[in-house]
């Protein structure tokens, strides 16, 4: 399969202090990808670099062979870069529709329609919530708007950071559920994750990373199954995140 993404050692931080060493990773049409690491390890910086948020100090990054490396995150977007934040970033008094309606605020009103009804056969329980506002949520819903959001570009390739993080395990194996039907439905997949155990089940292939760099890749069947990458972070994993 012809390499979607690709990362070419690349670096870079914040104020001067490099926290992403040289790191070359690459991810093919099709697939379904994590990264997963300890809490700092330098995750979320390496996806602000590739959207654009923060600039390289080094390296190079590619998407469906374009160089990004002049282009700000709009345009990143605009190419088909699906991007879910860390922290969600919704506007808490907007409602459900109204925040899913920012990802696609250039599409004509026909198409804003077709868009909003994937999004709700996606994720249901959104169209019975699509006129309340986004503060009233539980933590679940609002990562389904923001995952929403995100498809509402209609995106090649869907890059979440930490999309677990503060969610019930059960709410955990409802999103992952999603993501498995988006990918299965052909949507590239990169997920960067702590919750590595619900991270690997999903993903084909794995890359751990350690203090900015990358240490090992295999596929994710393998890494599961390495007990000092078990012992380091995947723990006990709960029978509900892994539905």
Request: proline share 5%; glycine share 10%; charged share 20%.
């Amino acid at each position: 399969m012809p390499e979607l993404l690709q990362l070419q050692q690349v670096s870079g931080g914040y104020h001067g202090r490099t926290v992403v060493h040289e790191v070359s990773l690459s991810i093919a049409e099709g697939e379904a990808v994590a990264a997963v690491g300890a809490n700092g390890a330098g995750k979320t910086t390496l996806l602000r670099l590739i959207m654009g948020q923060l600039p390289l100090s080094g390296g190079q990054v590619f998407f469906a062979g374009r160089d990004l490396a002049r282009l700000p995150p709009f345009e990143r977007v605009r190419l088909g870069i699906g991007y879910v934040p860390e922290g969600r970033a919704l506007f808490p008094e907007m409602t459900v529709e109204e925040n899913l309606e920012i990802g696609a605020y250039r599409a004509s009103r026909a198409d804003l329609r077709q868009r909003l009804a994937y999004i709700y056969q996606i994720f249901p329980k959104l169209q019975r919530l699509r006129q309340t506002r986004c503060r009233l949520l539980s933590g679940g819903e609002q990562q389904m708007v923001t995952v929403g959001r995100a498809l509402m570009t209609h995106p090649r390739l869907l890059i979440l950071d930490e999309p677990s993080t503060g969610l019930a395990p059960r709410v955990v194996g409802e999103l992952y559920q999603a993501l498995r039907a988006l990918h299965a439905g052909g949507l590239t997949v990169f997920v960067v994750e702590q919750n590595a155990y619900a991270a690997l089940r999903f993903a084909q292939r794995g890359y751990v990373f350690e203090d900015g760099h990358i240490t090992r890749v295999a596929p994710a069947a393998e890494l599961l199954h390495d007990p000092r990458l078990v012992e380091s972070y995947v723990g006990r994993a709960s029978p509900m995140a892994s539905s």
